[in-house]
């Protein structure tokens, strides 16, 4: 699920996954989301989206990977080893922090 926040125009001027207060619950084929995407003035606040995105979704490979290797459907060393070295640095910098810390709520769906 999308949230949106409009101006007083009621245009979009931010996009988030979460949802949070003054935002409203949208969906990509909503057309006025539909309309945003396609207006070449909103690339600043487009690129700040799919960044966002991109950073989540990192932490979203990381958890399949480690959902395939607990179900044995990979072996961690049949990762490369690089790989396997910025997994393990990246899980002890997070249990370092909080260990119970997730940045993927468990509320997080996707409903398109």
Known sequence: ???????????????TFTNTPGYTMSS?????????????????????????????????IEDMVDLMIEKDLILFTDLPEP???????????RDSLNPEVSLIGEEETLNF
């Open 83 to 93: 790989v396997q070295n910025k997994l393990l640095f990246k899980r002890s910098l």
């Open 28 to 60: 990509v084929f909503d057309p006025q989301v539909k309309a945003f995407l396609e207006n070449s003035q909103n690339e600043a606040l487009i690129k700040d989206v799919l960044n966002d995105l991109d950073l989540e979704m990192v932490r979203v």
């Open 1 to 15: 699920m999308i949230y949106i926040k409009c101006n007083v125009q009621n245009e979009i001027e931010d996009i």
